[in-house]
């Protein structure tokens, strides 16, 4: 998929949608543009510290070639009825592949429209997994990012949606 402007962002997705990409304005440094969306059929392995593997859909590698994040893009990644399985939907976080490892990078549930949502500070490649090791109830926020700003010191167009992106602790 190609970014048609860096400096507005932008929404890319996949072919078959499942796996969306929201670039805040001037997110995007350097590269052409293109961002490759396409599946890693040799991405596995366990999460580390989760009670139990349950990976849910396929994993995604997310590429811009020379491009990177100078702010951090929100990604969404949809998952079918059948791909969940027996797993629960409200449990389901977005992990990236790192060392040979998974690390959970974070996640927002929505069962009804089947998608977590998460914000990504890099590119790489991306799953899904239920993760019971992460405790339900009372957290903390720890950080809070809001893209695009509801406020442009340039001037210009408002988007019609904001996306809310935190981070929480136990």
């Known amino acids: 998929s190609q970014l048609g402007d860096a400096a507005s962002g932008g929404v890319l997705s996949n072919t078959d949608g499942s796996v969306r990409l929201y670039f805040p304005p001037n997110g995007l440094s350097g ?16 999460p580390a510290g989760l ?7 396929r994993a995604f590698r997310i590429d811009a070639g020379t491009g990177v994040l ?7 990644m949809g998952f079918t009825q059948a791909e ?6 409200d449990r389901l976080g977005i992990f990236r592949r790192q060392s040979g490892s ?6 927002t549930a929505n069962a009804t429209l089947r998608t977590v949502t998460t914000s990504i500070e890099q590119f790489g490649t991306f799953a899904l997994f239920q993760d019971l090791s992460a405790p339900l109830g009372s957290t903390k926020l720890r950080s809070i990012d809001c893209q695009p700003q509801a406020f442009a010191p340039a001037g210009g ?3 019609s949606t904001t996306d809310i992106s935190f ?3 136990a």
Do not use: F, H
């Not at 490759?36 to 366990?46: M, Y």
């Not at 139990?52 to 859909?57: E, I, L, T």
């Open 31 to 46: 590269g052409s543009g293109e961002i490759a969306i396409t599946p890693d059929l040799e991405a596995a392995g366990k």
């Open 51 to 57: 009670a139990q593997d349950v990976a849910v859909g």
């Open 70 to 76: 100078r702010k951090p893009a929100t990604l969404t």
């Open 84 to 89: 969940l399985g027996g797993a629960d939907a």
């Open 102 to 107: 998974w690390v959970r990078v974070g996640g």
């Open 157 to 159: 167009d408002l988007r």
């Open 167 to 169: 981070e929480l602790t």
